[in-house]
């Protein structure tokens, strides 16, 4: 059955250690993975030799039968038949691995290669003359409103694609087209070239010509269009005083594969030598759990719900090459996907599902490889400039004192209408479908539209305080590129009415000429557009105080975070053409 082997080019990479594998531990993960075949194994073959053009390989290689209910009955008597294998390619010091609905086993990976660097794999076919098709990227933040994850595609995006920015990105795949088209996902050590389907030999061959590129590929990785990202850096290289601060687990990769061939999740548990299916609500209601920014002290995971305690889910383990997470309480989930059923824990673990982020901002371990920021320390005098001090934001001590006809003078509220621009219309969307609290439009021949979200506290340069107002920001970001019916729609339903049926929304400027002015500004194409967080919890002088102890790498890990939050603030407003501004008190 090998010689009818037909197969695409698609397959992990990693480096075989010199002593492995061995037949025997062949022989273990072949009785691993196919511990759920139904009859009797269709083919096994451990360490065969093959004398190519390309030089001497040995194959290992399993075929085996499954069965399961299909995905859209429950308890009836039908079954679906898979057929799943896995092959094995040793040949020169690559180990390359196919697969379909059969898993890999950490111990027999650990035990009989090592992974490539990211550079190694992420170096490979983009020298010369190619063109990058498609990017997909992970953001280093994990601010409940950062762009984690987002994807761009384009002709040639080295020409098309801006690189402000993108320095704190990090690219999880990617599509290049030279003579061949390739995707090269250097995370999960899969390279993948557009093709026919090959024979066994041809597939050999191409496992030895791809794992003589990987050999080379960080040498090119420098000189190329990906060196404009995040640095990566050999973990062996991890700084000593590194200290995990932060971790999330990629619950979107995660339900992308559970649900590739469904739309509902399957998720089984074991209680007490039980196992139960979860029903979608709740399989649902755990990824979306597991998508939660969990805090890291010492190498204790821990999820800190909204109400009620502190819960722990396990630890973080530091390994040779990389991070994994130990959890009891993951390790009852059984997850079925394409590559057939694991543990949850043991799937998060192999597929380095997961982001930790470091006491130092400007380093993050993600997929695997540890990364990072080498500007980001440098952007804090840049952070520093786009903070201004207002005067009048000492001494209040509430964010709206709302009266009976308006905002009061011990809020933040009055100090904006106080401040706004002489001549503009400045209107209140505070409550309901809120944009931002303030909205303030000027025409003329300088149009200009100012956001503005206000935030009350006790002093502080905590990261927790930014996260609401910043988080309400970003999210708001696009309304500022809103139709201007969209404008006009506001004005009539909500800008032209009263603030809580008690005195108008319109705080400033001429009701008759409002709609007018808000249509002009919206409409033009030489408006400037601002977002001003105003808040009076901080002083820019505690916060240079801060920055400055952590550049000298004194500072508490929420300086830290607090730096990741701004410059994701800066970034998300660059990159929708808008002016960021920071109001505080000085």
């Known amino acids: 059955m090998l010689n009818s082997l037909q197969v695409s080019k698609s397959a992990q990479f990693f480096r075989k250690k010199d ?22 194994t269709l083919d096994n073959v451990v360490r065969q030799s093959f004398n190519t053009p390309d030089g001497q390989a040995k194959v290992s290689y399993i075929c085996f039968k499954l069965e399961s209910e299909p995905p859209f009955l429950k308890d009836s008597a039908l079954r679906e ?13 690559c180990l390359c691995i196919l697969r379909r609905h059969a898993q890999i086993s950490d111990s027999f990976l650990s035990s009989a290669s090592e992974p490539y660097s990211y550079k190694n794999l992420g170096g490979v ?21 950062s762009v984690r994850r987002r994807s761009v595609e384009g002709a040639d995006l080295r020409a098309s694609f801006s690189t402000y920015g993108i320095h704190r990105s990090i690219p999880s795949n990617f599509r290049v087209r030279s003579s061949q088209v390739y995707t090269v996902s250097p995370g999960s050590a899969r390279i993948s070239q557009r093709d026919s389907r090959k024979t066994l030999l041809e597939i ?13 590929g960080e040498k090119n990785y420098d000189g190329s269009f990906l060196a404009h990202f995040c640095r990566p850096v050999p973990f062996s290289e991890m700084p000593a005083e590194l200290r995990p601060t932060s971790i999330m687990i990629d619950a979107a990769s995660l339900e992308d594969y ?11 548990v074991t209680r007490k030598g039980s196992e139960t299916q979860l029903s979608a609500e709740t399989a649902f209601r755990i990824l979306d759990k597991l998508g939660t920014v969990l805090t890291v002290d010492g190498d204790v995971i ?37 590559e057939g059923t694991a543990k949850l824990e043991r799937w998060i673990n192999q597929n380095q599902s997961f982001t930790v982020v470091f006491n130092r901002p400007s380093f993050a371990y993600v997929e695997g490889s540890l990364f990072e920021d080498g500007r ?35 809020g933040i509220f009055k100090l904006v209408e106080d401040t706004a621009a002489a001549g503009s219309i400045l209107v209140c969307d505070d409550l309901g479908d809120e944009w931002a609290d303030y909205i303030e439009f000027s025409g003329g021949s300088r149009p200009r539209m100012v956001f503005y979200h206000c935030k009350h506290g006790k002093e502080s340069t905590s990261a927790s305080k930014f996260q609401e107002i910043i988080g309400q920001a970003l999210k708001n970001l696009s309304r500022m590129h809103s139709d201007p019916g969209d404008f006009d729609r506001k004005w009539r339903n909500k800008w032209q009415k009263n603030y809580d049926s008690a005195f108008p929304r319109l705080r400033k400027g001429d009701k008759a000429l409002a ?72």
């Open 204 to 216: 050999i061959s191409w496992a030895k010509r791809t794992g003589d590129e990987i050999a080379v």
């Open 125 to 145: 076919v983009v020298s010369g003359e190619v063109k990058f098709e498609r990017l997909s990227l992970k953001g280093m933040g994990m601010g409940r409103n």
């Open 302 to 338: 821990s999820y800190r719900p909204d109400k009620g305690k502190e819960l722990t889910l396990g630890s973080l383990k530091r390994l040779k090459n990389g991070f994994s997470i130990k959890s009891k309480l993951l390790a009852k989930y059984q997850i079925s996907g394409r």
């Open 376 to 410: 980001l320390l440098g952007s804090i005098q840049g952070l520093l400039d786009m903070v201004e001090t207002w005067d009048g934001l000492k001494g209040l001590s509430d964010e709206k004192d709302v009266t009976a006809t308006g905002f009061g003078p011990n």
């Open 81 to 93: 038949v898979k057929f799943a294998f896995l092959l094995i390619i040793e040949i020169g010091q």
């Open 19 to 40: 002593s492995a594998p061995t037949d025997d531990s062949v022989k273990e993960l072949f009785t691993w993975t196919s511990d759920s075949k139904v009859g009797d």
């Open 258 to 268: 559970l649900t590739d061939d469904s739309n509902t999740p399957d998720i089984r």
């Open 515 to 586: 709609k007018q002015t808000i249509k002009s500004t919206v409409a033009s194409d030489l408006a400037t557009k601002e977002v001003a967080l105003v808040v009076d919890f901080l002083s820019k002088a505690a916060l240079k105080r801060q920055f400055g102890l952590l550049k000298q790498g004194k500072a508490k890990p929420h300086v830290a975070q607090l730096l990741w939050l701004l410059s994701g603030f800066v970034a998300g407003c660059k990159q929708h053409s808008v002016l960021g501004r920071i109001l505080c008190r000085p």
